[in-house]
């Protein structure tokens, strides 16, 4: 099963979102295919679980460059994700960093057969955020599955 993610990048209650999302992942029995742009935060997470789990990676790279917007932490974390990622899709530049990020977003969704976002549920801070992918995801009448940190909920 192709399954994407859309999350923050600054994420509260690391451990319990990895014990849902090991609980969700876990219970495919189908081959696993991850599909992320391996953001800091929520993508990076959802790729370590879906290795975790015997699964593999799809990368959708938002923009060429899209390394050097990490820092140094966030940086080593992609590179090791990506290198271990059995497909990896650069998407040609939008007009804005923010658009890519849209683009980037409604890529995975469009792979997806399912979303999982790690979402606060609050509108997004920027075009291409997390609240506008879930938008999209429900336009596109995608399955989704909302893991919410700050209340602890799964929906």
């Not at 990048?9 to 219970?27: D, F, I, M, P, T």
């Amino acid at each position: 099963m192709k399954i994407g993610v859309t999350g923050h990048q600054e994420l509260e209650n690391a451990e319990w979102v990895r014990a849902e999302l090991l609980k969700v992942l876990g219970s495919h029995k189908t081959p696993l295919t991850g599909i992320t742009s391996l953001a800091k935060g929520a993508d990076q997470l959802f790729a370590e679980v879906v290795l975790e789990c015997g699964g593999t990676l799809e990368v959708v790279v938002p923009f060429e460059g899209y390394a050097d917007e990490f820092d140094e932490q966030g940086r080593a974390a992609y590179e090791k994700l990506l290198a271990q990622a059995s497909e990896a899709d650069t998407l040609p530049s939008a007009s804005s960093h923010e658009e890519s990020y849209f683009c980037a977003g409604k890529a995975i969704v469009g792979r997806s057969a399912l979303m999982i976002a790690v979402w606060d549920g609050k509108p997004a801070a920027g075009l291409g955020g997390t609240a506008d992918i879930v938008e999209y995801a429900r336009q596109q009448s995608k399955r989704l599955i909302h893991i919410n940190p700050e209340t602890e909920t799964v929906m």
